[in-house]
């Protein structure tokens, strides 16, 4: 990577532009980078940190301190930084977070960060990035460095490497962690301990598990042995027999170590008491079956007494029934012969009570029939008729003459009704249709009315609008005029400020070249060499060389950056002049105008600008509004023209409408509507007795012919039932529900009476006790049976259930254990990685102790490649070899002497080598080595640590960066030490602005 130009602006020390330009710089190979301390001469390196990655180096600043405290607000911090790499050329911009005046209003806002990375083409650029994020991201991948590896690489801490060279074992050790990052291993060692303590942990909590569920299975042996030495058993169940009675508890031995369940977990024993205990449970199940059935032969007894019991008392109950029903048989037998002469009365009963109904309905029939007679002579009687035959033919014929009669001049009334009420309704919706008529009249006259004011108001509008682009214009030169008024004050003053500096330049210029004369003489004296002719005279004997009498020694580069620093200044002085020369062109015959004059003209003109163009907005919204209302007229209008002619239609049919009217008034004039309504009801009332007629007639026909057969079936049923007549029968009958009764009674006796012999039959057959058996004695016996059966249940069943609880658990506790051992493997390897990276196992170093021994070595060797260079294969640096494993002191091996020493006994001039060659090899390290980026750094800076070094030694730093600057680098030396001011170019100059404002720079090719 090779640094081209750098711009930077309102950045870090310096408040205006400031632009490096390191291709000039290049040409040099060595220079120094120089100013007064604290004037920001590594800012420029910062400038170029910050550019590539958006961060400043160190804890110098943070992103939002990038910003110079000198700048005015409204210059926006930012840094351009143009870099070849591959052969390509890169630009990258960034301007940090960072606040600036408001557009509009008063006050700041947060501008945030931007960038943009371009690559830099023969025609232009084309962008490569946008973001921040992503333009630093594409920069480590340009240059193949992270942010603290650029800084290491490129900017050297010359006077830390010294200190680095002569520090102590911990000192050092200081150091290389600052410069290798060493938090991260003892972040490792920390995360390593924590990971051990969290596996113990894990471990911990498995033995824990394992233990619970021993102790478990403890405590189910445990209740299983209690429950077994307590096991009730029947030898002979007896009514007086107890179940706590019946325990043999010294069946089983007591372990000792049963009562502490801290002791004897040991597994293989536990599972040794399981099978003793399953042998003694097993043992005593025969007992078990013994008791149960004892129970369950007493329970059987219990039932067989009971069902014995049972047919005994049913047996008992049945003949007392019996001989119940056996005193009733006398009066069951009457109720045979009542129910018998009732069926016998029964037909002719009923046949007698069909000749009733039949005599009543003939009755009905005739005055039914007489009724509707009546009914058709007062209806005729009524409509002043003749009264037709009453027969149904005659009298419908009648009435339907009569009808027809009547309903044409009902239609009559009816149709002039209508007619009437049709031009009442066509005369009102000619008034409604009229006055809509003359309501569009109106509407169109004040529509008229509106279009024509709004056609005078834009016609008034359109004359102010056009004065638009004349205001306009007008608008701009006025603003033009006030910029250049005070453009023109900003030249004049900065070209007089620039005179001054011309003045002062030229004179410093002319000092200068006064002393450089003055001084050649001595300076060529200086060169003359005894026996070798002068390059003057040409003679080669020297009597009396001139020598310098006062005042320092001026050269040739003194003379031209003297003129240099006076080209400028008048380049300065021109550029204002033209500057200012060019706004007075401008300003014209207003050159000399007052600006609070220029600024009344140009806000004049504004405001008239702005009712110029606010007249063009309403007129072109009169504009609108205008072909609103002619379009809402035209609608207007067309709805008036589709009224009329509706008006005249209505009026049209009002005149045929009342035509009609008069005609259909003429044929009703002698219709009387009450007398049509009245005679129309009465032949309403004639037409259903036409209809009553017919039914009339058939019903006087058949209730005629029924009453004849009900007759005849009356003396059948007489005959048939051997009562002589009717009311002998009717005395007999008993009724329906009496006679069912009866009927009944009989049936559920003898069904009865049949069903109880059979019941006492089959219990007898079954088998009846001559005496009822005593169920609460065998009852009594059988519960104590079946509570000692049960109480041994469930002990057995107990002791059983606590045996595989036992099991269970035992079974999960080698379960856990046999899963936990891959948790155990990796905790016996996690705690001895932790003890070896921890110093307490192994190499007995810790792993960030080894690791910067590592790196150091790494450093040292690089290095001495570059100190072969500069020492001429002398000196080599190396750790002691008497703390190979990770010890951190350095030594020096002398080729000269062949033996190792202490690198404090180096010389001044030595150490800086020594320091600067430890420096160069820890950018390798970073740049081949912990990066692996393979780039190649064309530029350098080293930073300081000149100040320390005497005369000879300055020589010998001096020597070993030219020899760096010979391998084809840039090397930038920043310091401020005079002797190297004086050795070096003077490539970058910084000095301060004065009265605190910040700092500036010069480039010097």
């Excluded at 690089?862 to 990770?886: C, E, F, K, P, W």
Aim: hydrophobic share 40%; net charge negative; with cysteine.
């Amino acid at each position: 990577m090779r640094p081209l130009r750098l711009e930077l602006e309102a950045f870090g020390s310096y408040p205006g532009r400031e632009v490096v330009d390191f291709e000039v710089l290049a040409r040099r190979g060595l220079f120094a980078v120089t100013g007064p301390t604290g004037t920001g001469k590594t800012t420029v390196f910062d400038a170029m940190v910050f550019a590539l990655y958006g961060q400043l180096p160190g804890e110098r600043s943070s992103d939002g301190e990038a910003r110079s405290h000198h700048a005015p607000p409204e210059v926006e911090t930012s840094v351009t930084f143009e870099f070849a790499v591959d052969g390509e050329r890169y630009r990258i911009w960034r301007a940090p977070t960072q606040q600036r005046p408001k557009r509009r209003g008063s006050g700041t806002t947060v501008q945030p960060a931007r960038a943009q990375l371009s690559r830099v083409l023969d025609h232009g650029t084309e962008p490569l990035e946008s973001r921040p994020t992503d333009c630093t991201a594409r920069c480590v991948d340009l240059v193949g460095l992270d942010c603290r590896q650029f800084q290491r690489v490129v900017l050297l801490p010359q006077g830390r490497f010294t200190e680095f060279l002569i520090a102590t074992d911990e000192d050092r050790e200081r150091l290389l962690r600052q410069l290798f990052g060493g938090q991260i291993y003892e972040d490792a060692v920390s995360w390593l301990r924590a990971r051990v303590r969290s596996l113990e942990a894990e471990v911990a909590g498995v033995e824990t598990e394992i233990l619970h569920h021993r102790r478990n299975a403890h405590q189910a042996i445990v209740t299983a042995r209690a429950i077994v030495a307590d096991h009730p058993e029947v030898a002979d169940p007896a009514p007086d027999a107890d179940p706590d009675d019946l325990a043999d508890p010294d069946d089983l031995a007591d372990p000792d170590d049963l009562a502490d369940p801290d002791q004897g977990l040991d597994p293989d024993r536990l599972v040794a008491l399981l099978d003793e205990l399953r042998l003694e449970l097993q043992a005593r199940s025969s007992r078990l079956n013994e008791v149960r059935d004892a129970s369950a032969r007493a329970t059987a007894a219990v039932e067989r007494a009971r069902d014995a019991a049972r047919r005994f008392d049913d047996a008992g109950i049945i003949r007392e029934r019996l001989a119940e029903l056996e005193r009733s048989d006398a009066s069951i037998e009457r109720d045979v012969e009542r129910v018998d002469a009732s069926r016998r009365a029964a037909p002719v009963v009923a046949a007698g009570e069909i000749l009733d109904r039949c005599s009543v309905a003939a009755t009905h029939a005739h005055d039914a029939l007489d009724e509707i007679h009546a009914r058709v002579v007062d209806g005729f009687a009524a409509l002043d008729r003749s009264v037709p035959p009453l027969e149904p033919v005659a009298v419908a014929t009648a009435v339907h003459s009569v009808r027809h009669e009547l309903d044409r001049s009902r239609e009559l009334l009816t149709d002039a009704a209508s007619s009437r009420a049709q031009l009442a309704q066509l005369e009102r919706d000619l008034e409604v249709t009229s006055e809509q008529h003359r309501g569009f009249a109106a509407e169109i006259e004040r529509l008229d009315q509106r279009i024509h004011e709004l056609e005078r108001t834009g016609r008034d509008l359109t004359c102010t609008a056009a004065a638009v682009d004349r205001l306009a214009h007008d608008a701009g030169v006025a603003r033009e005029l006030l910029d250049a008024h005070g453009s023109l004050a900003r030249a004049v003053e900065s070209l007089t400020a620039a005179e001054v500096v011309e003045v002062e330049a030229r004179k410093e210029y002319e000092a200068t070249m006064t002393g450089f004369v003055s001084s050649q003489a001595p300076r060529l004296a200086a060169t003359l060499v005894s026996g070798q002719p002068c390059v003057v005279c040409g003679s080669s004997e020297h009597p009396a060389p001139a020598t310098r009498t006062g005042g320092p020694a001026i050269d040739h580069e003194a003379v031209d950056a003297a003129r240099l620093n006076w080209s400028r200044a008048e380049r300065d002085v021109e550029r204002y002049r033209i500057e200012a020369d060019g706004f007075r062109l401008v300003l014209g015959a207003h050159v000399d105008a007052p600006e609070a004059e220029l600024r009344a003209t140009f806000e004049r003109i504004s405001r008239q600008l702005a009712q110029a163009r606010d007249a063009v907005t309403e007129s072109e919204a009169l504009d609108g509004r205008l072909a609103g209302e002619r379009s809402a007229r035209d609608r207007v209008a067309v709805a008036a023209h589709e009224h009329l002619g509706e008006v005249q239609r209505l009026r049209g049919a009002v005149e045929v409408a009342r035509a009609d009217v008069e005609r259909r008034d003429l044929l009703v004039a002698d219709i009387d509507p009450a007398l049509v309504a009245g005679q129309l009801e009465l032949v309403d009332v004639i037409e259903a007795a036409v209809g009553d007629l017919d039914g009339g007639a058939a019903a006087v026909a058949s209730t005629t012919a029924s009453l004849a057969h009900a007759r005849q079936v009356l003396d059948s049923a007489l005959a048939v039932s051997g009562y002589s007549d009717r009311s002998g029968a009717v005395d007999a009958w008993l009724g329906h529900d009496l006679e069912h009764q009866l009927d009944q009674q009989i049936r559920a006796h003898r069904d009865e009476r049949s069903s109880l012999s059979t019941r006492l039959a089959q219990l007898l057959e079954q088998g009846v006790p001559d005496q009822r058996p005593d169920l609460d004695t065998l009852a009594s016996e059988a519960e104590r049976l079946s509570a000692v059966a049960a109480e041994s249940l469930r002990r057995h069943t107990t002791a059983t259930d606590a045996i595989g609880r036992a099991e269970q658990e035992l079974t999960e506790a080698a379960s856990v254990a046999e899963g936990s051992a891959e948790l155990r493997g990796r905790c016996d390897t996690a705690r001895v990685v932790f003890r070896t990276c921890n110093g307490e196992a192994g190499l007995r170093v810790k792993l960030e102790r080894w690791v910067l021994a590592g790196e150091l070595d790494r450093v040292t060797s690089a290095a001495n490649a570059h100190l072969a260079v500069m020492t001429t294969n002398r000196y080599a640096l190396r750790r002691s070899v008497d703390q190979q494993r990770g010890g951190l002191t350095l030594e020096v091996l002398d080729a000269h002497t062949g033996t190792a020493r202490g690198t404090a006994t180096l010389s001044g001039g030595e150490q800086f080598q020594a320091s600067l060659a430890l420096a160069l090899g820890l950018a390798d390290v970073v740049s081949h080595g912990g990066a692996g980026s393979g780039k190649i750094f064309e530029a350098l800076f080293v930073d300081e640590g000149f100040g320390s070094l005497d005369a000879e030694a300055l020589d010998d730093a001096i020597a070993a960066l030219s020899q760096l600057q010979s391998g084809g680098r840039m090397v930038g030396a920043i310091t401020h030490v005079e002797a190297m001011k004086e050795r070096l170019h003077p490539g970058i100059v910084v000095r301060p602005l004065g009265h605190g404002e910040g700092s500036t720079l010069t480039v010097n090719p």
